[in-house]
């Protein structure tokens, strides 16, 4: 294997293990505070920023990277905890629109908050004034 491919390697394998590690942190921290997951919260910030407020399975299943039948698993508990609700289509069975409700967006916008303070913590450990990709990426490798 020649040197620039076992680099390249390297910084797959260091941004894995980063985005792994960063992720344990919001899922900690959002469980512990809002009692939802960082997948949840990912779900809730598409419906949040959708344009009409709204979004198929499909495409919320583009946005977070999961297959549309992992985001009808995903929905279910935010619909049961009542901060999605989900109408379906009278023309097309398979259609199903998802949005937050008033209860839904407030733990949105709280949430937000969660994952704004842990990106905060992290950042402020970076000590440089325009931290890069790297930096950040080296503080997220150890464990806090």
């Known amino acids: 294997m ?3 491919t076992q680099s390249a390697q390297d910084a797959l394998l260091s941004l894995a293990t980063a985005w792994g590690r960063l992720e344990r942190r919001l899922d900690a921290s959002l469980s512990n505070v809002r009692g939802i997951s960082f997948a949840e919260y990912r779900i809730l910030q598409v419906l949040a920023t959708a344009p009409d407020g709204r979004a198929s399975r499909v495409d919320l ?4 990277g999961l ?3 992992g985001v ?3 929905l279910r508990p935010l619909e049961k905890i009542r901060v999605v609700t989900t109408q379906r289509s009278d023309r097309d069975a398979r259609l199903a ?3 937050l409700t008033k209860a839904g967006r407030e733990l949105y916008d709280d949430a937000s908050g969660v994952v ?4 905060g913590l992290v950042l402020r450990r970076v000590d440089k004034k325009k931290p890069t990709l790297s ?4 503080e997220l490798s150890f464990e806090t």
């Open 67 to 69: 297959t549309p039948s």
């Open 61 to 64: 299943a583009t946005a977070v």
């Open 72 to 74: 009808t698993r995903a």
């Open 2 to 4: 020649s040197k620039a």
């Open 97 to 99: 629109l998802a949005s």
């Open 135 to 138: 930096d950040v990426l080296e």
């Open 116 to 119: 704004d303070d842990v990106l």
